[in-house]
Protein backbone atom coordinates (compact mmCIF):
# COMPACT_ATOMS: atom_id res chain seq x y z
CA UNK A 1 0.00 0.00 0.00
CA UNK A 2 0.70 3.27 -0.88
CA UNK A 3 1.45 4.96 2.50
CA UNK A 4 4.33 7.07 2.39
CA UNK A 5 2.51 10.04 0.61
CA UNK A 6 -0.15 9.83 3.32
CA UNK A 7 2.48 9.63 6.33
CA UNK A 8 4.47 12.71 4.35
CA UNK A 9 0.99 14.83 4.24
CA UNK A 10 -0.46 14.12 7.60
CA UNK A 11 3.23 15.57 8.92
CA UNK A 12 2.93 18.65 7.33
CA UNK A 13 -0.52 19.00 7.66
CA UNK A 14 0.17 18.74 11.56
CA UNK A 15 2.88 20.99 11.47
CA UNK A 16 0.66 23.50 9.79
CA UNK A 17 -2.39 22.85 11.99
CA UNK A 18 0.37 22.94 15.18
CA UNK A 19 1.16 26.39 13.66
CA UNK A 20 -2.46 27.80 13.42
CA UNK A 21 -3.00 26.28 17.17
CA UNK A 22 0.07 28.33 17.92
CA UNK A 23 -1.21 31.31 16.35
CA UNK A 24 -5.29 30.81 17.88
CA UNK A 25 -3.16 30.85 21.96
CA UNK A 26 -1.28 33.95 20.62
CA UNK A 27 -4.55 35.45 20.07
CA UNK A 28 -5.91 34.21 23.21
CA UNK A 29 -2.70 35.40 25.73
CA UNK A 30 -3.38 39.05 23.81
CA UNK A 31 -6.92 38.89 25.25
CA UNK A 32 -5.93 38.16 28.30
CA UNK A 33 -3.34 40.88 28.89
CA UNK A 34 -6.05 43.35 27.58
CA UNK A 35 -8.38 41.91 30.18
CA UNK A 36 -5.82 43.27 33.03
CA UNK A 37 -6.42 46.33 31.65
CA UNK A 38 -10.40 45.91 31.08
CA UNK A 39 -12.41 43.69 32.83
CA UNK A 40 -15.49 44.12 31.44
CA UNK A 41 -18.01 41.29 30.57
CA UNK A 42 -17.91 41.54 26.76
CA UNK A 43 -14.42 41.09 26.83
CA UNK A 44 -15.00 37.74 29.06
CA UNK A 45 -16.94 36.06 27.13
CA UNK A 46 -15.37 37.02 24.29
CA UNK A 47 -12.04 35.13 25.56
CA UNK A 48 -14.07 32.06 26.37
CA UNK A 49 -15.65 32.30 22.85
CA UNK A 50 -12.30 32.56 21.26
CA UNK A 51 -10.79 29.51 23.44
CA UNK A 52 -13.31 27.14 22.62
CA UNK A 53 -12.19 27.86 19.18
CA UNK A 54 -8.93 27.66 19.89
CA UNK A 55 -9.04 23.99 21.77
CA UNK A 56 -11.59 23.39 18.58
CA UNK A 57 -8.04 23.60 16.20
CA UNK A 58 -5.52 21.71 19.02
CA UNK A 59 -7.79 19.21 18.92
CA UNK A 60 -7.42 18.52 15.00
CA UNK A 61 -3.97 18.91 15.57
CA UNK A 62 -4.17 15.96 17.90
CA UNK A 63 -6.12 14.15 15.70
CA UNK A 64 -3.55 14.35 12.92
CA UNK A 65 -0.80 13.43 14.81
CA UNK A 66 -2.64 10.54 16.51
CA UNK A 67 -3.47 9.21 12.72
CA UNK A 68 -0.23 9.71 11.52
CA UNK A 69 1.70 7.68 14.58
CA UNK A 70 -0.34 4.76 13.16
CA UNK A 71 -0.28 5.48 9.53
CA UNK A 72 3.55 5.12 10.17
CA UNK A 73 2.53 1.45 11.68
CA UNK A 74 0.64 0.40 8.91
CA UNK A 75 -2.32 1.15 11.11
CA UNK A 76 -4.94 3.06 8.86
CA UNK A 77 -8.50 1.32 8.34
CA UNK A 78 -8.81 0.07 12.09
CA UNK A 79 -11.76 0.42 14.66
CA UNK A 80 -9.50 3.01 16.59
CA UNK A 81 -9.10 5.17 13.98
CA UNK A 82 -12.75 5.10 13.54
CA UNK A 83 -14.05 5.95 16.90
CA UNK A 84 -11.04 8.19 17.21
CA UNK A 85 -12.40 10.63 14.54
CA UNK A 86 -16.27 10.28 15.69
CA UNK A 87 -15.58 11.19 19.23
CA UNK A 88 -13.10 13.62 18.01
CA UNK A 89 -15.46 14.96 15.17
CA UNK A 90 -18.54 15.21 17.76
CA UNK A 91 -16.38 17.09 20.42
CA UNK A 92 -15.36 19.50 17.73
CA UNK A 93 -19.24 19.72 16.80
CA UNK A 94 -20.02 20.68 20.12
CA UNK A 95 -18.00 23.28 20.31
CA UNK A 96 -19.23 24.64 17.10
CA UNK A 97 -22.75 24.78 18.53
CA UNK A 98 -21.41 25.95 21.87
CA UNK A 99 -19.66 29.36 20.54
CA UNK A 100 -22.18 29.30 17.91
CA UNK A 101 -24.56 29.85 20.59
CA UNK A 102 -22.83 32.28 22.77
CA UNK A 103 -21.95 34.40 20.21
CA UNK A 104 -25.77 34.93 19.18
CA UNK A 105 -26.88 34.88 23.20
CA UNK A 106 -24.10 37.40 24.16
CA UNK A 107 -24.13 39.14 20.72
CA UNK A 108 -20.07 39.57 20.87
CA UNK A 109 -18.55 41.97 18.39
CA UNK A 110 -15.42 40.74 17.87
CA UNK A 111 -16.45 37.78 16.74
CA UNK A 112 -18.69 36.48 13.51
CA UNK A 113 -21.20 33.31 13.23
CA UNK A 114 -18.50 31.82 10.41
CA UNK A 115 -16.18 31.08 12.77
CA UNK A 116 -18.48 28.73 14.72
CA UNK A 117 -20.24 27.57 11.69
CA UNK A 118 -16.81 26.41 9.99
CA UNK A 119 -16.48 24.57 13.36
CA UNK A 120 -19.12 22.82 13.28
CA UNK A 121 -18.69 22.05 9.76
CA UNK A 122 -14.39 20.87 10.09
CA UNK A 123 -16.60 18.18 13.08
CA UNK A 124 -19.04 17.14 10.62
CA UNK A 125 -15.88 16.33 7.57
CA UNK A 126 -14.60 14.10 10.30
CA UNK A 127 -17.50 12.27 11.73
CA UNK A 128 -17.64 11.84 7.32
CA UNK A 129 -14.54 10.50 7.52
CA UNK A 130 -14.86 8.12 10.25
CA UNK A 131 -17.66 6.68 7.91
CA UNK A 132 -15.41 6.30 5.15
CA UNK A 133 -13.12 4.43 7.63
CA UNK A 134 -15.93 2.36 8.42
CA UNK A 135 -16.90 1.56 4.81
CA UNK A 136 -12.95 0.65 4.39
CA UNK A 137 -12.34 -1.25 7.18
CA UNK A 138 -15.38 -3.75 6.27
CA UNK A 139 -13.58 -3.86 2.43
CA UNK A 140 -10.24 -4.51 4.15
CA UNK A 141 -12.12 -7.68 6.37
CA UNK A 142 -13.84 -8.74 2.88
CA UNK A 143 -10.46 -8.75 1.35
CA UNK A 144 -8.51 -10.62 4.20
CA UNK A 145 -11.41 -13.25 4.39
CA UNK A 146 -11.64 -13.87 0.10
CA UNK A 147 -7.61 -14.16 0.87
CA UNK B 1 -21.60 -1.58 2.59
CA UNK B 2 -23.16 0.99 4.94
CA UNK B 3 -23.45 3.70 1.96
CA UNK B 4 -26.64 4.76 3.20
CA UNK B 5 -25.88 6.00 6.42
CA UNK B 6 -22.50 7.93 4.70
CA UNK B 7 -25.14 9.54 1.95
CA UNK B 8 -27.21 10.80 4.55
CA UNK B 9 -25.16 11.96 6.51
CA UNK B 10 -23.54 13.61 3.19
CA UNK B 11 -27.28 14.83 2.28
CA UNK B 12 -27.55 16.51 5.98
CA UNK B 13 -23.69 18.09 5.66
CA UNK B 14 -24.40 19.44 2.10
CA UNK B 15 -28.21 21.12 3.14
CA UNK B 16 -25.83 22.84 6.40
CA UNK B 17 -23.60 24.54 4.01
CA UNK B 18 -26.12 25.36 1.06
CA UNK B 19 -27.84 27.35 4.41
CA UNK B 20 -24.24 28.83 5.56
CA UNK B 21 -23.05 29.86 1.78
CA UNK B 22 -26.59 31.59 0.89
CA UNK B 23 -26.18 33.77 4.05
CA UNK B 24 -22.40 34.21 3.21
CA UNK B 25 -22.63 35.05 -0.43
CA UNK B 26 -25.57 37.53 0.02
CA UNK B 27 -23.62 39.00 3.11
CA UNK B 28 -20.95 39.48 0.41
CA UNK B 29 -22.77 40.69 -2.35
CA UNK B 30 -24.58 43.34 0.39
CA UNK B 31 -21.04 44.48 0.99
CA UNK B 32 -20.55 44.51 -2.61
CA UNK B 33 -23.73 47.08 -3.54
CA UNK B 34 -22.90 49.39 -0.50
CA UNK B 35 -19.50 49.71 -1.16
CA UNK B 36 -18.54 53.29 -1.85
CA UNK B 37 -15.44 53.40 1.09
CA UNK B 38 -12.36 53.79 -1.13
CA UNK B 39 -9.97 52.76 2.28
CA UNK B 40 -7.34 50.42 1.18
CA UNK B 41 -8.57 49.02 4.23
CA UNK B 42 -11.94 48.32 3.10
CA UNK B 43 -10.37 47.23 -0.31
CA UNK B 44 -8.49 44.55 1.56
CA UNK B 45 -11.77 43.41 3.77
CA UNK B 46 -13.86 43.03 0.66
CA UNK B 47 -10.87 40.76 -1.40
CA UNK B 48 -10.26 38.54 1.98
CA UNK B 49 -14.29 38.13 2.17
CA UNK B 50 -14.23 37.52 -1.69
CA UNK B 51 -11.67 34.29 -1.78
CA UNK B 52 -13.57 33.12 1.73
CA UNK B 53 -16.92 33.25 -0.30
CA UNK B 54 -15.55 31.37 -3.28
CA UNK B 55 -14.05 28.59 -1.13
CA UNK B 56 -16.79 27.92 0.65
CA UNK B 57 -18.86 27.89 -2.81
CA UNK B 58 -16.21 25.47 -3.57
CA UNK B 59 -17.04 23.31 -0.90
CA UNK B 60 -20.44 22.74 -1.76
CA UNK B 61 -19.64 22.34 -5.10
CA UNK B 62 -17.65 19.29 -4.20
CA UNK B 63 -20.12 18.20 -1.84
CA UNK B 64 -22.72 18.33 -4.51
CA UNK B 65 -20.26 16.24 -6.99
CA UNK B 66 -19.34 13.29 -4.61
CA UNK B 67 -23.23 12.56 -3.55
CA UNK B 68 -23.57 12.71 -7.30
CA UNK B 69 -20.73 10.17 -7.99
CA UNK B 70 -21.59 8.12 -4.92
CA UNK B 71 -25.53 7.80 -6.01
CA UNK B 72 -24.42 6.64 -9.49
CA UNK B 73 -21.15 4.97 -9.47
CA UNK B 74 -19.75 3.75 -6.23
CA UNK B 75 -17.74 5.13 -3.34
CA UNK B 76 -13.95 3.93 -3.81
CA UNK B 77 -13.49 4.89 -7.69
CA UNK B 78 -10.44 7.24 -9.13
CA UNK B 79 -12.99 9.85 -9.68
CA UNK B 80 -13.74 10.61 -6.49
CA UNK B 81 -10.52 11.00 -5.47
CA UNK B 82 -9.17 13.36 -8.02
CA UNK B 83 -12.67 15.25 -7.27
CA UNK B 84 -11.26 15.54 -3.58
CA UNK B 85 -7.29 16.11 -4.28
CA UNK B 86 -8.29 19.19 -6.80
CA UNK B 87 -11.20 20.71 -4.42
CA UNK B 88 -9.48 20.34 -1.06
CA UNK B 89 -5.91 22.00 -2.53
CA UNK B 90 -8.21 24.83 -4.08
CA UNK B 91 -9.60 25.49 -0.59
CA UNK B 92 -6.37 24.44 0.83
CA UNK B 93 -5.19 27.92 -0.93
CA UNK B 94 -8.38 30.25 -0.88
CA UNK B 95 -8.65 29.47 3.02
CA UNK B 96 -4.92 30.08 3.25
CA UNK B 97 -5.23 33.22 1.15
CA UNK B 98 -7.71 34.76 2.80
CA UNK B 99 -6.16 34.14 6.46
CA UNK B 100 -2.86 36.21 5.23
CA UNK B 101 -4.68 39.06 3.95
CA UNK B 102 -6.85 39.41 6.97
CA UNK B 103 -3.61 38.69 9.05
CA UNK B 104 -1.19 41.70 7.70
CA UNK B 105 -3.59 43.99 5.21
CA UNK B 106 -6.75 43.95 8.15
CA UNK B 107 -7.31 43.67 11.54
CA UNK B 108 -10.20 41.34 11.26
CA UNK B 109 -10.25 37.73 12.68
CA UNK B 110 -8.84 35.04 10.64
CA UNK B 111 -10.74 31.88 12.58
CA UNK B 112 -12.74 31.23 9.99
CA UNK B 113 -10.48 31.75 7.00
CA UNK B 114 -8.33 29.17 9.39
CA UNK B 115 -10.93 26.87 9.61
CA UNK B 116 -11.78 26.90 5.75
CA UNK B 117 -7.96 25.91 5.39
CA UNK B 118 -8.37 22.60 8.14
CA UNK B 119 -11.42 21.69 5.54
CA UNK B 120 -9.15 22.10 2.39
CA UNK B 121 -6.42 19.94 4.42
CA UNK B 122 -8.95 17.21 5.45
CA UNK B 123 -10.49 16.91 1.98
CA UNK B 124 -6.79 16.41 0.80
CA UNK B 125 -6.15 13.44 3.54
CA UNK B 126 -9.07 11.77 2.60
CA UNK B 127 -8.37 11.59 -0.87
CA UNK B 128 -4.83 9.79 0.27
CA UNK B 129 -7.40 7.43 2.06
CA UNK B 130 -9.47 6.76 -0.91
CA UNK B 131 -6.93 5.89 -3.05
CA UNK B 132 -5.68 3.09 -0.37
CA UNK B 133 -8.90 2.47 -0.08
CA UNK B 134 -9.14 2.40 -3.95
CA UNK B 135 -6.25 -0.19 -4.21
CA UNK B 136 -7.97 -2.50 -1.86
CA UNK B 137 -10.60 -2.65 -3.74
CA UNK B 138 -9.18 -3.11 -6.92
CA UNK B 139 -7.23 -6.34 -5.16
CA UNK B 140 -10.12 -7.73 -3.77
CA UNK B 141 -11.93 -7.88 -7.60
CA UNK B 142 -8.89 -8.95 -9.01
CA UNK B 143 -8.68 -11.65 -6.37
CA UNK B 144 -12.67 -12.89 -7.21
Not at chain 1, 30 to 43: H, I, M, R, V
Not at chain 2, 94 to 102: A, D, E, K, N, Q
Request: aromatic fraction near 16%; glycine fraction near 6%.
Amino acid sequence: MKTRSLIQFCNIFTIFTAFYGVREFLGLFNLCYKLGKDDTNTLLWQILVQGIETWGIVFCCILFFMLTSRAKRGQIFIAENEKLMMILGGIIIWFGVISYVLIHVLSIKNHTVSAAFMLCLLGMVFVFVSFIFKMGRQLKEERDLTI
Amino acid sequence: MESKKYRKFSNFISFLLGVFAMKDVFDFIETLTNYNNSTMLAKYVLIAQGFFVVGVVLLIAFYFILLENIKKRGVFIRRNEKIMRYFGFSILILGTTSMIICNYWTKESTTSARMLALIGGTLIFVSYIFRIGIEIQEEQDLTI
